[in-house]
T-cell receptor, first 108, second 112 residues
Framework: LAKTTQPISMDSYEGQEVNITCSHN???????ITWYQQFPSQGPRFIIQ???TKVTNEVASLFIPADRKSSTLSLPRVSLSDTAVYYC?????????FGGGTRVLVKP | SQTIHQWPATLVQPVGSPLSLECTVE??????LYWYRQAAGRGLQLLFY??????ISSEVPQNLSASRPQDRQFILSSKKLLLSDSGFYLC???????????FGQGTRLTVV
């Protein structure tokens, strides 16, 4: 099971781009990289998933370098409502194990 | 469409009392099912997961147990609650090898 390492917390301001990097040095060939967002007193919500290079959807972009040992979630032009904990998941999709996540605080 | 139901939303139980939390999924078949616990200000701890009826994997040895009596029903139980069992319990489901999981509304359990 690939272990992930993320910063514990990050602060940003409204309108800025937020980039959260996740390290997963032991990622396996078949592993996908998945990111979730969690608001207080709610369950996590799927944001984006990728295998390599770049993936973009209406919420975020995910950048994965060629060696796949890390990934960066990019949130464009954040608002106060983007204040949440963001989790990076890598590994066995049956286990679905969450790490500590990154607490992002968006300030006005 | 698929929906997940988890109840109750809040629960206050005395130490030593039993626990039963129920989770059901609608609109899909043979889902993977999960129970998580989240202590205040902490990350999600995977407690149990099931990839099929009768298949329960336990991640953390403790006084909790899980059962899957029907394909889309997942139950978390305890015979005797401890103070340390307090937390936010979340049920989730996903389809097979997909990495997109869907979570219930959660149960906030306070053991007093």
């Amino acid at each position: 099971l690939a272990k992930t390492t993320q910063p514990i917390s990050m602060d940003s301001y409204e309108g800025q781009e937020v980039n959260i990097t996740c390290s997963h040095n032991n990622i396996a060939t078949n592993d996908y990289i998945t990111w979730y967002q969690q608001f207080p007193s709610q369950g996590p919500r799927f944001i984006i998933q990728g295998y390599k290079t770049k993936v973009t959807n209406e919420v975020a972009s995910l950048f994965i370098p060629a060696d796949r040992k890390s990934s960066t979630l990019s949130l464009p032009r954040v608002s106060l409502s983007d204040t949440a904990v963001y989790y990076c998941l890598v590994g066995d999709p049956d286990q679905l194990t969450f790490g500590g996540g990154t607490r992002v605080l968006v300030k006005p | 469409s698929q929906t997940i139901h988890q109840w109750p939303a809040t629960l206050v139980q005395p130490v030593g009392s039993p626990l039963s939390l129920e989770c059901t999924v609608e609109g899909t078949s043979n889902p993977n099912l999960y129970w998580y616990r989240q202590a205040a200000g902490r990350g999600l701890q995977l407690l149990f997961y099931s990839v099929g009826i009768g298949q329960i994997s336990s991640e953390v040895p403790q006084n909790l147990s899980a059962s899957r009596p029907q394909d889309r029903q997942f139950i978390l139980s305890s015979k005797k609650l401890l103070l340390s069992d307090s937390g936010f319990y979340l049920c989730a489901w996903k389809a097979g090898r997909s990495t997109e999981a869907f979570f219930g509304q959660g149960t906030r359990l306070t053991v007093v």
